[in-house]
């Protein structure tokens, strides 16, 4: 099952689309409309005066907006105010200043109060951080106090300050709390966040160089949190400006990577190399970096901007058609969350353009607190179903395996029925040419014998037990198992019985002979009549007095058993070489794999057999 069938999956549980477009809903409207409490008790400071440069002061009513009064030139100001205390208690009082945009620095009665909270110095401009910073004791005056408010605007702000309160500290905490968690803790979670998605991200692509969304997704997380850096850095480190510009380089390659990335994720291919669709943002980098002021807001304006809405307006059309014809469960995620980010983002756009005047809480830092989650449900989603699809491809190869072991199963039992009629076929084939050959001539000339008159009866006597001896030889050949001890125990009665009556003593050294595996009727039978043959040969021509028959296993990548059949007679010489004796022992050697020596000693002769303890298959040996 591929990607895009799981999706059209989840597309049948539209309880979870309409439960997270709720969700969604939701969050963007309590930010776009969200109402943070005020100190209770405590009157704010709502009319201070206003000078800037060599300007008359004015007097001017809190909340001041600046973008209400384009006449202001964009340059440092001053708002001034005078408070009582006249109910002047031990507690600590302090100044705090719920939203303003810019730097603020303050003072009372001459004395610059350090600002509070997260920062420990003068805030970053468009943080929408709360001012906080306790009044010491000594600098209070019993009935009238003076507060300087120094604002630095800048921004896409350019200068915002709320109402100002003056207070026991204890009564403005609580509303500071909330205001900071909201302005200064949200963004630093939603940073965080977005680093450690780019994190994991890299190392997912890393492990899987085919996932390029991961990749492309990594990179956008990495770039889109260059505008929380200022978070990370106390304030008396003044990177603010340097900080916005940079962020507005890497918006120009937000849109071209979002564009990569739907593609990715979707399964699309561009019209034109991915290289090409980099010129623009990568001109635009190096515009900013070298033009003039001015002159790159034209090419901004001309290049940039229209570039930019083009690739937004085909990421959505990517993401409508892939989640709407295509029913791409991942598709409608990010399009859910996507729509809701926008909706801040025309939040933002509206504060900036002075419509809602009054409002000065912007989220272009936590957009991404809708759009996080929906890119971790997706590679989550795309992470189970790789795993998903592992799992069954072991399954099916598992099942496969199963299948094929099944099938050898079956032909190795059908190659041992066919093997076993096979080598009963040629043990039939053996047994007849062993009668028909050996016994059949054995018998007929005994039948030749008897019926001729010169013929004594010791003769016929000796050939019938030859005959004899020879049948019994093949009857226990027939009871071979890959034990060969007890056929040899046979072989040592009938040898010592021969070698009594030619007056030969026979030594046998015996050892313990492993299973030789493979051993079948026909080579033990071949061994058999090969030491026969040899026994025989030392009995009638060597004139011996004894004959040493003894056992050995030699050592090698294949264990093999050496026979020894030394006689100390009168030798074996070069003409003895010639006979058929000699040459059907060779014969059997031959058939059965083996090795076989007949060496002259300075007394007697010694004949050498070694056989493997591990024999070919059936089809391999050849019968005698």
């Not at 915002?160 to 309160?165: E, I, R």
């Given at each position: 099952?591929n990607?895009?069938?799981n999706s059209?999956v ?11 477009s709720?969700i969604t809903?939701a969050?963007?409207f309590?930010?776009?409309f969200e ?7 405590v ?5 201070m ?11 001017i009513?809190l909340p ?8 202001r030139?964009?340059?440092?100001a001053?708002?001034?105010?005078q408070?009582?205390?006249q ?14 945009s810019?730097q ?9 109060l350090t600002?509070g909270?997260?920062?420990s110095g003068?805030?970053?401009a468009?943080q929408?951080?709360p001012?906080f ?6 600098v209070m ?6 507060i ?12 915002f300050?709320?109402?100002v309160y003056v207070?026991?500290a ?20 939603v ?7 780019a994190a994991l991200?890299?190392l ?6 085919s996932e390029?969304?991961?990749?492309y ?6 770039m ?6 200022p ?6 480190i ?5 900080v ?8 120009f390659?937000l849109?071209?990577?979002g ?12 019209p ?10 990568a ?28 690739i937004v307006?085909w ?10 014809w ?7 995620i ?7 980010a926008?909706?801040?983002v025309?939040h933002?756009?509206l504060?900036?353009?002075?419509v809602?005047d009054?409002s000065?809480?912007?989220?272009f ?5 809708l ?12 992470l ?12 099916t ?6 299948q094929?072991?099944?099938q050898?199963?079956?032909?190795y039992?059908?190659?041992?029925v066919?093997?076993?009629?096979q080598?009963l076929?040629d ?11 050996g016994l059949g ?12 008159r010169?013929?004594?009866?010791d003769a016929?006597e000796?050939?019938?037990r030859?005959a004899?001896?020879d ?10 198992n ?7 125990g046979?072989?040592r009665?009938r040898?010592?019985q ?6 030969i ?8 002979i492993?299973?030789?595996?493979g051993?079948?009727p026909?080579a ?5 009549r ?9 009995a009638?021509?060597?004139g011996?007095k ?5 056992f050995?296993?030699i ?7 050496r ?8 030798g074996?010489s070069?003409?003895d070489?010639?006979?058929h ?14 090795e076989l020596?007949?060496d002259?000693?300075?007394?007697g002769t010694?004949?050498?057999l ?6 070919k ?8």
């Amino acid at each position: 099952m591929n990607a895009a069938s799981n999706s059209r999956v989840f597309w049948g549980r539209p309880s979870v689309l309409v439960f997270w477009s709720i969700i969604t809903a939701a969050i963007a409207f309590f930010l776009s409309f969200e109402l943070l409490p005020l100190p209770q008790g405590v009157t704010p400071l709502s009319v201070m005066t206003f000078e800037q440069g060599s300007e008359p002061s004015l007097q001017i009513r809190l909340p001041d907006n600046w973008r209400s009064h384009p006449e202001r030139p964009n340059e440092l100001a001053v708002y001034r105010a005078q408070f009582d205390d006249q109910d002047r208690r031990k507690e600590t009082w302090a100044v705090y200043i719920p939203s303003h945009s810019g730097q603020v620095q303050v003072t009372v009665n001459g004395l610059k109060l350090t600002g509070g909270g997260f920062f420990s110095g003068e805030l970053s401009a468009d943080q929408n951080a709360p001012y906080f910073a306790p009044i010491s004791p000594s600098v209070m005056e019993k009935k009238s106090n003076t507060i300087d408010i120094t604002l630095q605007p800048g921004g896409l702000l350019v200068g915002f300050l709320s109402q100002v309160y003056v207070g026991p500290a204890e009564q403005l905490r609580g509303s500071f709390d909330w205001y900071y968690s909201r302005a200064v803790r949200l963004p630093v979670l939603v940073v965080f966040w977005q680093l450690l998605l780019a994190a994991l991200l890299f190392l997912l692509w890393i492990s899987r160089r085919s996932e390029k969304a991961a990749l492309y997704c990594a990179i956008m997380m990495l770039m889109s949190s260059v505008h929380g850096i200022p978070v990370f850095l106390p304030s008396s480190i003044d990177v603010s400006e340097t900080v916005t510009q940079l962020g507005y380089v890497m918006n120009f390659w937000l849109s071209v990577l979002g564009l990569l990335f739907v593609c990715e994720l979707t399964g699309r291919h561009l019209p034109l190399k991915i290289r090409y669709f980099l010129l623009v943002p990568a001109a635009a980098t190096v515009a900013f970096v070298v033009l003039p002021e001015n002159l790159f807001r034209y090419f901004d304006l001309a290049v940039v901007v229209p570039f930019s809405q083009i690739i937004v307006v085909w990421i959505l059309f990517i993401l409508v058609r892939s989640a709407i014809w295509e029913k791409r469960w991942d598709a409608s995620i990010l399009l859910i969350s996507i729509i809701g980010a926008c909706a801040l983002v025309v939040h933002d756009s509206l504060i900036i353009m002075n419509v809602l005047d009054d409002s000065n809480i912007l989220h272009f830092r936590t957009v991404y607190i809708l759009i996080l989650p929906a890119l971790s449900i997706v590679f989550f989603q795309r992470l189970t179903e790789s795993m998903n699809q592992v799992d069954s491809l072991v399954s099916t190869l598992e099942d496969r395996i199963e299948q094929k072991e099944r099938q050898l199963r079956e032909t190795y039992e059908q190659r041992q029925v066919l093997e076993g009629r096979q080598a009963l076929n040629d043990e039939r084939q053996r047994i007849m040419r062993d009668v028909h050959d050996g016994l059949g001539g054995q018998l007929m000339s005994i039948i030749a014998m008897a019926t001729s008159r010169d013929t004594k009866p010791d003769a016929i006597e000796e050939s019938a037990r030859a005959a004899l001896e020879d049948l019994r030889t093949m009857i226990y050949s027939l009871g071979i198992n890959e034990d060969i001890t007890g056929l040899l125990g046979t072989f040592r009665e009938r040898a010592e019985q021969q070698l009594a009556l030619q007056g030969i003593e026979l030594e046998w050294n015996m050892i313990e002979i492993p299973p030789i595996e493979g051993l079948t009727p026909s080579a033990a039978l071949n061994v058999m009549r090969i030491m026969q043959e040899a026994v025989t040969n030392a009995a009638k021509h060597s004139g011996a007095k004894g004959v040493k028959i003894g056992f050995r296993l030699i050592a090698g990548e294949v264990e093999k058993l050496r026979i020894e059949i030394e006689d100390n007679g009168c030798g074996i010489s070069q003409r003895d070489t010639s006979g058929h004796g000699l040459e059907n022992m060779a014969q059997r050697t031959a058939a059965i794999d083996g090795e076989l020596e007949v060496d002259p000693l300075r007394e007697g002769t010694l004949v050498s057999l070694t056989i493997p303890t591990k024999f070919k298959t059936q089809s391999q040996v050849k019968p005698t």
